[in-house]
Nanobody
Framework: QVQLVESGGGLVQAGGSLRLSCAAS????????MGWFRQAPGKERDFVAG????????SYVDSVKGRFTISRDNGKNTVYLQMDALKAEDTAVYYC?????????????????WGQGTQVTVSS
């Protein structure tokens, strides 16, 4: 069993930055692909960024490419999402999740473990 806890959300002005963290306990994350998803009010939960177990491969949804960076520190059992040049449309609850495999797929159905989410609000 893996427990995931996100932190780092908050209120920021458009153009600002936030760094989200996802700390794991119960099992090492080093074997799992990890993803960040987000859910805005009234919308579905969507993939934002993913990173392979090794950290070598990353992927992003087009709307955040060049602005967000996913990374991981397997020694600390933590995954990060650096968010720069934030826009109002980035406002959502952000979730980290562990894929069943060593890759980070874009579909939420492949993820076994989820955090409770952290709110990110970007004011325009």
């Amino acid at each position: 069993q893996v427990q995931l806890v996100e932190s780092g959300g908050g209120l920021v002005q458009a153009g600002g930055s936030l760094r989200l963290s996802c700390a794991a306990s119960g099992r090492t994350l080093s074997s799992y692909g990890m993803g960040w998803f987000r859910q805005a009010p009234g919308k579905e939960r969507d993939f934002v960024a993913g990173i392979s177990a090794s950290g070598i491969t990353t992927s992003y949804v087009d709307s955040v490419k060049g602005r967000f960076t996913i990374s991981r520190d397997n020694g600390k059992n933590t995954v990060y999402l650096q968010m720069d040049a934030l826009k109002a449309e980035d406002t959502a609850v952000y979730y980290c999740a562990a894929d069943r495999s060593s890759v980070a797929r874009h579909e939420s159905k492949f993820y076994n473990y989820w955090g409770q989410g952290t709110q990110v609000t970007v004011s325009s």
